[in-house]
Structure formats: C-alpha cells, structure tokens
C-alpha cells in the first residue's frame, strides 16, 4: 500500500468508533476520522457473527484489494477502519468494486472534508 501504515492498536480502533464519522452498506461500515499525519492508517475488524474463519479471511482480503484498488483516490492523513457485515461472504470481488466506485471513496473523501472542515 503506498500511503498507507496498518492498524494494529486497539486503542485507535475504540477511538474511530466512538469519535470518527461513518458510512454503512450492506457490505461494510466505513470509519475516517483525520490523524494529523501524512499517511493514511487502515485497519480491516471481521468478527465472530460474520462466520467462520475461512469466511472471514475472505472477506479481509476482499475488502484489502478494495482499498489498494482506491488508495490513489482518497486523502492523505486519516485514519480508515473498514468493518465487514455478513453479506459480504456471498458477493464476488467485481461487487464489491462496483460499491467502492460508486460510494466508498467518494464517502471517504466527504467525510474528511467534513472533519477537516469542523477543525477550522
């Protein structure tokens, strides 16, 4: 990934959930909330209720191509979780892509002028 650290640091996950705005789909729920840094963080949570860990697995890695996929088009200096929801075991990857298209990077990018906007 070319601007992007991975999320490791759960204390950064709480706080994009509780502070960070977000979008959610039927595939996915988008947090971005600015770092101040220039570079993006990214982090992927796949949890229990998604199903097991095969499909879970898959859908880390469908949502990682995504944003390698888009990483060019999004601001630089945020920080981005993506958690997957269960429907997104069953789609392709050309959904998936189809969605980032239309709403996922052009929801990130609003969000982050919305953030960078209230710290003015």
Not at 13 to 39: D, Q
């Amino acid at each position: 990934m070319l601007y992007t650290e991975i999320l490791n640091d759960n204390k950064i996950f709480l706080a994009l959930y509780k502070k960070g705005k977000f979008t959610a789909s039927k595939y996915t729920v988008i947090y971005v909330k600015p770092n101040g840094r220039p570079y993006n963080r990214f982090g992927i949570t796949a949890g229990k209720k998604i199903g097991n860990a095969v499909c879970r697995n898959r859908a880390k890695r469908l949502i990682r191509q995504a944003y390698r996929d888009f990483e060019i088009r999004l601001p630089v200096g945020l920080d981005i979780v993506i958690v997957a929801r269960a429907p997104i075991c069953d789609i392709k990857y050309g959904e998936l892509y189809e969605y980032m298209d239309k709403y996922g990077a052009e929801a990130i990018c609003r969000m982050a002028e919305k953030s960078a906007d209230k710290r003015k």
